[in-house]
C-alpha cells in the first residue's frame, strides 16, 4: 500500500513518557497536497456475475465491494495530509475543548471527554452531510477533574480524573444530561502521569491503567493496570488499591484495547532522558522504544522501571528493536542485569517496539465495514508527538499490521505530508481513535481541538 504524496519508510512509531503537551517546532508553510483518494480497478473482467454458474459465484475470492465513506463537504477536506491510496481525511467536528478519550455509543453517537470543560459531550450527525456540526452536540456529564479516560458499557458511561472513576446510567441514543455522578474508584494516586485509561471487558469487569509517578520511579508499585470487579459497589466507591493487578511494570499505558478474540493489549510511553555508557552514552533520541503489549496473562510484569527497550541503537552496540536492556538506575543491585531483563521468567518481551519518544496515547482493532478486508484485524495507535528529542517525532495516526495472533510492523496511516512529522500547516496531536458505525476511523486531536475522521473510497 502506497503512501501518498510522501514516500514513507518503515515507521514502527515512537513515544517517550510524554507527560503534557509539548511545543510545536515552526516550520516554513508548504504547498497544499491534496490525497490521492482514487482506487484500482480490481474487477476481473473474465467473470460476469450475472452468467457465472453457481460453483464459479461460491469460489469467487474477490473482495466485495467497498462503500462510499469520502463524501463530505468540500470544506472540510483535511489538507497538508498523507494516507494511503485509496483513502480520504477530513475534519469531522471543531470547537471542542481538547477532546480527549472518545467512544462510540451503540446508537451511533460519538462521546468525546472535554478535557478543559471537564465534561462528556455527544457529537452526530443527523442531517448526513459527513461531519457535526455546531447544532448536533449535546452536554452528557460533567464533574470536575474530567480529563481522559471513557467507557461506556452495562447501562453506564464511565469517565476518570486523576483521581476518580466516575459513572452515570446511560441509555443509548441520549442526548440529554444523565445526572450526578456516582463514584466507582476512589483513592488513586495522583501526581506524575495524569490520565487514568477505562475499557470494559465482556464480563463487565473494569480496567484502569495508572502511570508512573516520575520519569524513572524506585519500583512499579504504581505503574499498572488493575481490574475491578463492578458487581458491588460500596458506598463512596471502590478503593483503588482493592483492584487485582491485571498487569504490572508498565510505566505509562495509556492506550488499551481487547481485540476481536477479547485479548487485552496496551502502548506504553517509555522512559526519558536515557543514558547507558556502554551502549553509546546518551541514546535518548531513539530509545527506549514505545512497545505494543498484549496484557492478557493476569499480574504479568513488563519490565518497567527495572528495563527498557531498544529501539535503535549504535552500529555495533545494539541488537536490534525489541531487545530488553537493564536501567543504569538499577544495574548495579545485584539483581536486574540485561540478562535478568531478557529471561521471560522475570519479563514478559514486548510484542512490537515502535520508535521512540512518539508518545503513544489510543489504540483500537479494526473490524468495520469501511475499509478493505486486508486491514481486518489490524491495529491502529495514535502517536501524539515527542518532546524529548532533537527531531520531534509522532502526530500521526499508525497502522499495525498482524499476521495472526503476531504484530509485525507499523506503518504511518494518517500523517503530515510535509517535511518531517509537524510544521505549521499540521496543528494535530491524535489522542484518542475509534471505529465510526458505518466503519470510517475517527480520531480525536487535542491541540487544535477536533474530531479527524479517514473514509476509504468505493471500489466496483
Request: net charge negative.
Amino acid at each position: 500500500m502506497r503512501l501518498q504524496p510522501l514516500a514513507f519508510a518503515l515507521a514502527l512509531a515512537a513515544c517517550g513518557g510524554d507527560p503534557g503537551p509539548s511545543p510545536t517546532p515552526d516550520a516554513d508553510a508548504l504547498a497544499d497536497v491534496a490525497p490521492d483518494t482514487s482506487v484500482a480497478d480490481t474487477a476481473d473482467d473474465d467473470v460476469v456475475a450475472d452468467t457465472a454458474s453457481p460453483d464459479t459465484a461460491q469460489n469467487d475470492t474477490r473482495e466485495p465491494p467497498l462503500p462510499n465513506t469520502c463524501d463530505t463537504p468540500a470544506g472540510s477536506a483535511l489538507t497538508h495530509t498523507a494516507v494511503p491510496d485509496g483513502y480520504c481525511a477530513a475534519v469531522w467536528a471543531t470547537d471542542l475543548g481538547t477532546p480527549r478519550g472518545m467512544v462510540v455509543a451503540p446508537s451511533g453517537e460519538v462521546l468525546v471527554l472535554e478535557r478543559v470543560k471537564a465534561r462528556v459531550t455527544a457529537l452526530w450527525d443527523d442531517d448526513g452531510d459527513g461531519v457535526s456540526g455546531p447544532d448536533e452536540r449535546a452536554t452528557l456529564a460533567s464533574t470536575s477533574g474530567l480529563n481522559h479516560g471513557l467507557a461506556l458499557g452495562g447501562g453506564y458511561l464511565y469517565a476518570s480524573s486523576a483521581s476518580t472513576v466516575y459513572r452515570w446510567p446511560y441509555t443509548p441514543g441520549a442526548r440529554a444530561d444523565l445526572g450526578a455522578a456516582e463514584i466507582v474508584v476512589k483513592d488513586i494516586p495522583t501526581g506524575g502521569h495524569s490520565t487514568r485509561t477505562l475499557v470494559l471487558d465482556d464480563q463487565g469487569r473494569l480496567y484502569v491503567s495508572v502511570g508512573s509517578g516520575s520519569n524513572v520511579d524506585a519500583d512499579s508499585s504504581r505503574s499498572r493496570v488493575r481490574r475491578f470487579d463492578l458487581t458491588a459497589i460500596p458506598e463512596g466507591g471502590l478503593a483503588f488499591g482493592t483492584g487485582a493487578v491485571q498487569a504490572d511494570g508498565l510505566r505509562n499505558e495509556v492506550g488499551l484495547a481487547f481485540d476481536g478474540q477479547g485479548r487485552l493489549w496496551g502502548v506504553q510511553n517509555g522512559v526519558d532522558q536515557l543514558a547507558r555508557a556502554d551502549l553509546g552514552g546518551d541514546i535518548h533520541q531513539d530509545n527506549p522504544a514505545e512497545i505494543l503489549s498484549r496484557l492478557d496473562t493476569p499480574g504479568a510484569f513488563h519490565g518497567y522501571p527495572y528495563c527498557w527497550t531498544e529501539f535503535l541503537l549504535p552500529s555495533g552496540v545494539g541488537l536490534g528493536p525489541g531487545t530488553m536492556w537493564a536501567h543504569p538506575d538499577f544495574m548495579g543491585d545485584g539483581v536486574h542485569t540485561d540478562a535478568w531483563c531478557r529471561d521471560p521468567a522475570h519479563v514478559q518481551p514486548p510484542a512490537l517496539a515502535m520508535q521512540g519518544h512518539s508518545a503513544p496515547l489510543g489504540l483500537v482493532f479494526y473490524a468495520g465495514a469501511a475499509f478493505p478486508t486486508e486491514v481486518h484485524g489490524d491495529a491502529f495507535v495514535t502517536f501524539h508527538g515527542s518532546w524529548n528529542r532533537d527531531t520531534p517525532t509522532g502526530y500521526k495516526v499508525m497502522r499495525v499490521r498482524f499476521d495472526g495472533d503476531v504484530p509485525v510492523e507499523a506503518t504511518p496511516f494518517l500523517a503530515y505530508a510535509g517535511d518531517g512529522d509537524i510544521g505549521q500547516l499540521w496543528p494535530h496531536r491524535p489522542v484518542s481513535v475509534a471505529v465510526a458505525p458505518d466503519g470510517r476511523l475517527l480520531v480525536t486531536s487535542d491541540a487544535d481541538g477536533v474530531v479527524l475522521v479517514v473514509g476509504h473510497t468505493a471500489t466496483e
